[in-house]
């Protein structure tokens, strides 16, 4: 048996695939133990006198020295960044204690690491191959450039149906309608609405409730209260009392969507939040049984619903229609981008042609698929989503609020290199070793938040009623490394507020102060509940809840003042510094060559005239009827229109680069030719 017929290609790709993932984990996980003793092992400014030839970290280092040290913006640093990074990362190094991390962080860094990770596993697996595999790619070029870039296509929202319809870790959940109460008060009588939550549990129990505004955020509340490792979304806020759709036929509209995008929101939160006690009797609680009224409501809304599916429909049609007729065109420009000097010739197009139409038909394609593209995001957005109101108020404030004319005169007149200067040195400059204004700035809002954690520990361990046990969960948050790791030896990240290490803790002599038997066997006890009584659950153990609580609250606050305290180093500033000149700088020459200030206005017209598109979107409910236009052609004629102002920014720039974007250009390109030919 040959060598090459010991593993197919497949089994060849993915044996390769699972070595470089072992091989980059371990060089990632050298560098997040011990970032500062590691950073010479990259080479490049971190090893100037080549004295770590023999890297611990081959794969990062080859990286870095071939990837992020020539990147442009960072050759005309004069390596004035890098040792301000690296003795930022020493003060990193003294400040990150690990005194363990609550559930949601844990998750949120093991996440982080795992898509860099994939990252360079990717890189790695696409470049290196062997003899064979290169043989057998010459082959097939052709094939594999459309084969490379089958998914260069709209990436479709979730359909709306989807939306209202779905199931959320196991629970259905829609706002099926707005019903009104009205109740005698005093002299005068009283109405206020409700919305009728419908509902099916895991179980199959299906429920109709009726729940005013507050109720929703008196679960946001409670939701927050019971289970503080998780972060939940703020409550939508209410619209105005007749805020309707299709020209206000159905009152509170808004908010029924709005809510029921919520309640989707909170129920994929976590798995244990979809079937809590609190989730769940917010479903269920008070069932009621629907009347005629509210039946022929809930048709109304549905009819509502339907409507605005049938819209992404034809939306979805005429976008598809639209792509297959460019097929063509889009397969050459694949080809073309994966050739070498690809990325090159296309931006260099767009500097020599100073109108989009003056384009080749090739490269007139990309912006007609672009067109398509941000049409499609924009109506998802603004009108198909249940979130597109609350994304509509917040576009309509923006714009507002947005100085569009005295920026444009400071754009105008103003040299931006001076201004610029003027305000790093305002914000970083530190009078006789004083705060800085940024260090100010940013202490103050900390310490807000600060503040309100210290007020929720003040009312937790009011609820505990033992201040011994306070104090022992106060002080390991507070304790040394040296401490923690004679209690938890191991280095890696975990969850602290898992209850078996909370116990743990409770039961160390080497944090003060030392707990009688009676108090550990209390927390046990509670503990035991928790894991055997499922069934009363509703009861959950409070007294081992708070101490949960109290310690995320502890651990919360840990990290700010950890925050505060890197804040306050003077290198922090001086890396900010630093990355504002190397970043605006070059930017700004050539933004200001570009009159960027008139692009500013354009951005003003588009915002302006995308608000009212919205607003006649909202109540297009005949689109394509009696000659009127669709839902999809607002929205496709709105990016239509303002592509000539967009593409004479793009056009401006590249044409005033000194060779800037050049340079970039020819980096984004080294990067593809190491992914192609390894």
């Known amino acids: 048996m040959t060598e090459s017929a010991l593993l197919t290609a497949s089994q060849e790709h993915y044996l390769k695939k699972y070595l470089f993932g072992v091989l980059i984990n371990n060089e990632l996980v050298r560098l997040q133990k011990d970032p500062y003793d590691t950073l010479p092992n990259l080479g490049g400014p971190f090893d100037l006198l080549d004295q770590h030839a023999n890297s611990t970290t081959p794969f990062l280092r080859y990286l870095f020295e071939s990837i992020v040290v020539p990147f442009p913006f960072l050759t005309g640093t004069k390596g004035e960044l890098w040792p301000k990074l690296q003795a930022f990362m020493d003060e990193w190094a003294k400040v990150e204690a690990g005194n363990g991390v609550e559930r949601e962080e844990m998750l949120r860094r093991k996440r982080l690491k795992k898509r860099g990770e994939k990252s360079l596993v990717l890189l790695y697996s696409m470049s290196v191959k062997s003899v064979e595999q290169r043989a057998q790619e010459k082959e097939r070029a052709s094939g594999a450039f459309d084969q490379a870039f089958d998914q260069l296509q709209l990436n479709d929202p979730p359909p709306l149906s989807a939306a209202v319809n779905s199931t959320v870790n196991g629970v259905r959940i829609n706002v099926v309608g707005v019903r009104v109460i009205k109740e005698k008060r005093h002299v005068r009588e009283h109405e206020h609405d409700e919305f009728l939550v419908s509902s099916t549990l895991q179980d199959g129990r299906e429920f109709i409730v009726a729940r005013r505004h507050g109720r929703f955020r008196r679960l946001y509340t409670s939701l927050r209260q019971e289970y503080p490792q998780h972060e939940f979304p703020l409550p939508p806020a ?16 808004k908010d029924r969507v709005s809510l029921r995008g919520y309640l989707h929101s909170l129920a994929k939160t976590a798995p244990e939040i979809a079937t809590c006690s609190l989730f769940v009797n917010f479903l269920s609680k008070d069932a009621i049984t629907l009347t005629a009224e509210e039946q022929k409501d809930i048709q109304m809304r549905t009819a509502l619903d339907e409507n605005r599916m049938a819209q992404q429909a034809k939306f979805d049609q005429e976008v598809a229609k639209k792509v297959e007729e460019l097929d063509k065109h889009l397969k050459e420009v694949k080809t073309e981008l994966l050739q070498p000097g690809g990325v090159t010739r296309l931006f260099s197009a767009f500097k020599q042609y100073e109108r989009v139409q003056d384009l080749p038909p090739m490269y007139q394609t990309v912006f007609e698929w672009g067109c398509m593209n ?8 603004f009108s198909a989503s249940d979130s597109a109101t609350l994304n ?42 004083s705060r800085s204004l940024m260090q100010r700035i940013i202490s103050v809002n900390i310490q807000e938040e600060i503040t309100e954690y210290k007020k929720d520990i003040s009312q937790i361990e009011a609820s505990i009623g033992d201040q011994s046990l306070c104090d022992k969960i106060r002080n390991y948050v507070n304790a040394p490394k040296t401490v923690v790791s004679s209690i938890f030896p191991d280095d890696e990240p975990y969850n602290i507020t898992e209850l078996g290490l909370v116990l743990d803790v409770l039961k160390s002599d080497q944090i003060q102060p030392i707990l009688q038997l ?23 153990a409070k007294h081992q809840t708070f101490l949960q609580q109290l310690l995320v609250t502890h651990l919360r606050i840990r990290e700010k003042e950890r925050m505060m305290g890197l804040v306050f180093q003077g290198v922090t500033g001086e890396i900010f510094k630093e990355l504002i000149s190397i970043f605006y700088q070059p930017l700004v020459k050539v ?30 409910d005949e689109g394509g009827a009696n000659g009127r236009p669709t839902t999809a052609t607002l929205y496709l004629n709105l990016v239509r229109k303002h592509l000539p102002s967009f593409y004479k920014f793009v056009h401006s720039v590249h044409k005033q680069d000194d060779g800037l974007f050049h340079d970039l250009l020819e980096w984004i390109e080294s990067i593809l030719t190491f992914m192609r030919t390894g």
């Open 238 to 253: 209410k619209y105005a009392a007749k805020s309707g759709s299709s020209g206000s036929k159905a009152a509170r509209e």
């Open 374 to 381: 941000f049409a499609s995001t924009l109506y998802h957005v």
């Open 392 to 433: 509509y108020t917040h576009l309509k404030r923006t714009n507002m609020l947005m100085p569009y004319r005295a920026m444009w005169g400071i754009l105008k007149v103003s040299n931006p290199m001076a201004m610029m200067k003027g305000i790093l040195d305002l914000f970083l400059a530190q009078p006789f070793g």
């Open 518 to 540: 009676q108090q550990i066997k209390r927390v046990l006890e509670a503990k035991q509940r928790l894991d055997f009584e499922e069934h009363q659950k509703e009861r959950r």
């Open 591 to 620: 933004y200001k060559s570009a009159n960027v200030a008139d692009s500013l206005m354009d951005v003003k017209d588009f915002a302006d005239e995308l608000i009212k598109i919205v607003e006649q979107a909202e109540t297009n």
